[in-house]
């Protein structure tokens, strides 16, 4: 399992970041998505219970929104990070 970034922060819950480079919004499909849900089943497994994991999008463009688009909790794009 390859993980781009795991912020852990005092509130309990575990940010896992997902950091795509793309000229275009990012567009997630059933594929990418069942994915990244087994990524956060993982994860889950491994840390405390009482955290809870957030899927998070880092990206130049932002999130193509569609069915599958819900598995991020957050979107962050590079305009978020230059402000």
Known sequence: MQLDLIVTRDDNIV???E???YNK???ADKA???ELMERQDML????????????TLITTEGL???EYSTVF???ITLNDLMV
Do not use: G, L
């Not at 889950?44 to 899927?55: A, C, K, Y």
């Open 15 to 17: 940010n896992m970041c």
């Open 19 to 21: 950091m795509k480079f």
């Open 25 to 27: 919004e990012f567009s």
């Open 32 to 34: 990418y998505y069942k």
């Open 44 to 55: 889950e497994e491994m840390i405390p219970s009482r955290m809870v994991v957030h899927n």
């Open 64 to 66: 193509k929104y569609n």
């Open 73 to 75: 909790a957050n979107v």
